[in-house]
C-alpha cells in the first residue's frame, strides 16, 4: 500500500470509529429512551412516597417513559441517597430529598457525602412542621404537654438521627423539657406511634398524616413555624410561645451530580411543567401544603443554603449537638 492509500485507510479507519464512539453514547436530545428509576429514600406510604408517585403519574407522558417508584428507606434517607450517587450520572435515577436528610450536613461530624454530589431539579413541596399528639388523649393543648415534659419523659417520634425532627426535639430538651426522640424510618410506625403508646409526640407535617387528623385519631398542638396555619387557627406557633425554633419542611427532586447539561435541563423542564399541572396543584392544597412551594431549579441551591444556614445557627444557638451516626434502634 503507497503512502497516500495508508494515509486515506487511517482517515476512514479514525471516521469509522468516531462514528461508531458517538452513536453509542445517547444525545441529550434523544433522552429519555428507556425507563426513569425514581428512588423514594423512606417507606411506602408516606409524604415522599406519596409526592413520588404522584410526580412519576404526571411526569411519565410529558417524558414519554414509564418511571417506576422504588422505595429504599434507612439511616435519614442516606441509603436511598446512596443508591442515587452509586448509580450512573445519565439522569436514568432521580430521587426525592427532604429536609431531615439535608438536615445531615448541620451535624457533626457531617456525613461523607456533600451538596455537590447532588444537582436540585426544583423544590416541589414546601410543609409546616407540627408536634401532633393522639386524639382524646391526655394532652389537649400545648400546655399539657409543656407541664407535663417538665417532669417526665415524653417520646417524640421521628424519622431519624440528625434530622430537622431532632434538631427541634433537642432545641426543647435544652430549654428544659424532658424529650427524647425516637427514630422510626417506616411512615407507618411513626404515624400509628402515638396511637397505640410507643411514644406520645410525633413530628410530622399535618398533609402526610391527614387521614388521621380529619379521622380525629391525632391533632396538632403546636407548628414550627413563624405564623399560625390558616387551616388550623386555634394552634399556635413555637415562636409565638418564646422558642425561636422554625424548620419548614421541604422536598425536592434531585440528580446526581456530573449529569449531563442537557439531560438536566430536560429533566428539570418536565418537572416545571408538571407541577402546574392541576391535578398536581390540587395535591398541594389536599396535602397542607404551600401553594407557591415550587422553586425552579435555578434557585433551589440557594433555597436549601438558607435552610441550612439556619439548621447551623440553631444548632449553634442552643449549644445542643448532634451525632448524625448515632444507630438507630432495631424493628
Do not use: C
Amino acid at each position: 500500500m503507497t503512502e497516500q492509500g495508508r494515509r486515506v485507510a487511517l482517515a476512514v479507519f479514525l471516521a469509522v470509529g468516531l462514528l461508531h464512539a458517538t452513536s453509542s453514547m445517547p444525545a441529550a436530545e434523544e433522552f429519555p429512551s428507556r425507563p426513569i428509576e425514581f428512588i423514594v429514600p423512606w417507606g411506602p406510604g408516606g409524604g415522599a412516597d406519596q409526592l413520588a408517585r404522584k410526580l412519576a403519574k404526571l411526569m411519565e407522558p410529558r417524558l414519554k417513559v414509564s418511571m417506576p417508584v422504588i422505595n429504599i428507606p434507612g439511616a435519614t434517607g442516606q441509603t436511598g441517597l446512596t443508591k442515587l450517587l452509586t448509580a450512573p450520572a445519565d439522569g436514568y435515577s432521580i430521587a426525592v430529598f427532604v429536609g431531615p436528610t439535608l438536615a445531615l450536613q448541620a451535624g457533626s461530624p457531617p456525613p461523607k457525602w456533600g451538596m455537590r454530589d447532588i444537582e436540585q431539579l426544583g423544590v416541589v413541596m414546601q410543609q409546616t412542621s407540627a408536634f401532633l399528639v393522639a386524639e382524646g388523649g391526655r394532652f389537649k393543648v400545648w400546655a399539657d404537654l409543656e407541664k407535663a415534659a417538665r417532669t417526665e419523659r415524653l417520646r417524640v417520634a421521628i424519622t431519624g438521627f440528625g434530622s430537622d425532627d431532632d434538631i427541634a426535639v433537642n432545641f426543647l430538651a435544652k430549654k428544659g423539657f424532658r424529650l427524647a426522640s425516637v427514630p422510626m424510618a417506616k411512615p407507618g410506625e411513626r404515624y400509628a406511634s402515638i396511637l397505640g403508646g410507643h411514644a406520645e409526640v410525633l413530628y410530622e407535617q399535618i398533609g402526610d398524616v391527614r387521614s388521621f387528623v380529619d379521622g380525629k385519631q391525632m391533632k396538632p398542638i403546636v407548628f414550627f413555624s413563624e405564623k399560625r396555619d390558616v387551616g388550623f387557627p386555634d394552634v399556635p406557633t413555637a415562636t409565638e410561645l418564646g422558642h425561636k425554633v422554625s424548620l419548614p419542611q421541604f422536598r425536592s427532586i434531585i440528580v446526581r451530580s456530573g449529569t449531563a447539561p442537557g439531560i438536566v435541563k430536560r429533566l428539570a423542564e418536565a418537572l416545571a411543567d408538571t407541577v402546574k399541572d392541576p391535578e398536581y396543584v390540587a395535591f398541594l392544597k389536599d396535602e397542607y401544603a404551600e401553594p407557591d412551594s415550587f422553586v425552579p431549579a435555578a434557585g433551589s441551591g440557594a433555597y436549601l443554603d438558607n435552610l441550612l444556614t439556619g439548621m447551623k445557627q440553631l444548632i449553634a444557638s442552643s449549644g445542643m449537638t448532634l451525632d448524625p451516626a448515632q444507630p438507630e434502634p432495631k424493628k
